[in-house]
């Protein structure tokens, strides 16, 4: 199973603040995601990448939010200007074409004060 | 729009009490449908992938199946070790391979 590890694990920050959030590192993957779910809610998708390009994204997925694969490994998320909605766990998960699978990262707790 | 519902919302059994969760979706175009198992503030594991009605699936006492309309998770003569969160997802034929989940079902098996 590839092992997804993601950074920091937990993020506290000021309304209005940028946030950046990490996958690192991943090698050999094309495809990723990031999920999030709100505490005691259900994981909602946000966005797919696929070939340094965003692929689908939510209705969530608003300007302020991107992605980028800026280095060729790490994987990130930025939320330009937080809000206290935002305040949720956000997991980066990547597929394995072969089997149709995506695997998870243990998470990035964001908290927004 | 793709949906999964997921019941019961909390279950609570005793050790080797079997039961099962279910999780009904409606999809356009099923893909596969998954089910992950979450621990309390970590990312959801990968348990199954289903593809096709009357498809079963099994991992240990897990024993995943699948219908037109909706999946069930058999939990067989369950342990403390199995208490988590246990979700359900759809995968649709449009898109790309993105996942809808359900809420979830939090599980306690109590010794």
């Known amino acids: 199973e590839p092992e997804v590890t993601q950074t920091p694990s937990h993020q506290v920050t000021q309304m209005g603040q940028e946030v950046i959030l990490r996958c690192v590192p991943i090698?050999?993957?094309?495809?990723f995601y990031w999920y999030r779910q709100i505490l005691g809610q259900k994981v909602e998708f946000l966005v797919s990448?696929?070939?340094?390009?965003?692929?689908?994204k939510s209705e969530i997925f608003d300007d302020q939010f991107s992605v980028e694969r800026p280095d060729g490994s790490n994987f990130t998320l930025k939320i330009r200007s937080t809000k206290l909605e935002d305040s949720a766990m956000y997991f980066c998960?990547?597929?394995?074409?072969?089997?149709?699978?995506?695997?998870f990262g243990a998470g990035t707790r964001l908290s927004v004060l | 729009e793709d949906q999964v519902t997921q019941s019961p919302e909390a279950l609570r059994l005793q050790e080797g009490e079997s039961s099962s969760l279910n999780c009904s979706y409606t999809?356009?175009?099923?893909?596969?449908l998954f089910w992950y198992r979450q621990d309390p503030g970590k990312g959801p594991e990968f348990l199954f992938t289903?593809?096709?009605a009357g498809e079963e699936k099994e991992k240990e006492r897990l024993k995943a199946t699948l219908t037109k309309k909706e999946s069930f998770l058999h939990i067989t003569a369950p342990k403390p070790e199995d208490s988590a969160t246990y979700l359900c997802?759809?995968?649709?034929?449009?898109?790309?391979?993105?996942?809808?989940f359900g809420t979830g079902t939090r599980l306690l098996v109590s010794p």
């Open positions: 090698s050999n993957h094309l495809y």
């Open positions: 998960a990547i597929l394995d074409r072969d089997k149709n699978i995506q695997y």
């Open positions: 999809v356009s175009g099923l893909r596969g």
């Open positions: 990448f696929y070939n340094n390009e965003i692929s689908e």
């Open positions: 289903l593809y096709s």
């Open positions: 997802a759809v995968q649709g034929n449009t898109g790309f391979q993105k996942l809808v």
